[in-house]
């Protein structure tokens, strides 16, 4: 199973986030996280805590691994929402980019999301979402995290 093994463990996170999901002209913000991820049920399900201190929130993320379909469900959740999001679906390409879809909604708009992870080795991995509505054509990336394990 080619999944998230390589996540476990702790994280620095370096954040690039649109200040407007949907604007790509509506600047960035950069910030600091910590992450930190554990494996459960013999690697088929993962869980990862983020802690934003200069953004004031903490974020996870639940992915679960169905063995009949093998495909990914990755379920985000915050503290101050207490509830999961919708989950984006997908699975590991043969180069080792993940790609997972799903629908949502932003700031009363229906959007399509798209989770890419990419870059991944022992030391370093990105995670790049993208929102794109109504066609799928054409994605706007929003949010850009670049992890660095920790020693």
Do not use: K
Not at 31 to 60: I, K
Not at 105 to 112: Q, S
Not at 140 to 145: A, E, F, G, Q, R
Request: glycine fraction near 14%.
């Amino acid at each position: 199973m080619t999944g998230f093994d390589f996540l476990v463990g702790e994280w620095d996170v370096a954040n690039r986030r649109l200040r407007d999901f949907l604007d790509p002209g509506s600047g960035w913000d950069h910030f600091g996280a910590t992450s930190r991820c554990w494996s459960l049920f013999e690697g088929a399900a993962n869980v990862d805590e983020m802690d934003c201190p200069e953004r004031g929130f903490r974020g996870m993320t639940l992915r679960l691994f169905d063995r009949e379909t093998r495909e990914w469900s990755l379920n985000w959740s915050t503290g101050g929402s207490g509830r999961l999001d919708p989950p984006v679906r997908g699975r590991f390409r043969a180069d080792g980019t993940g790609e997972f879809r799903g629908e949502d909604a932003y700031a009363g708009t229906g959007v399509c999301v798209r989770y890419l992870w990419s870059g991944i080795d022992e030391r370093s991995a990105r995670w790049e979402q993208a929102f794109s509505v109504g066609d799928e054509r054409g994605w706007v990336t929003n949010w850009v995290m670049d992890f660095t394990r920790r020693n």
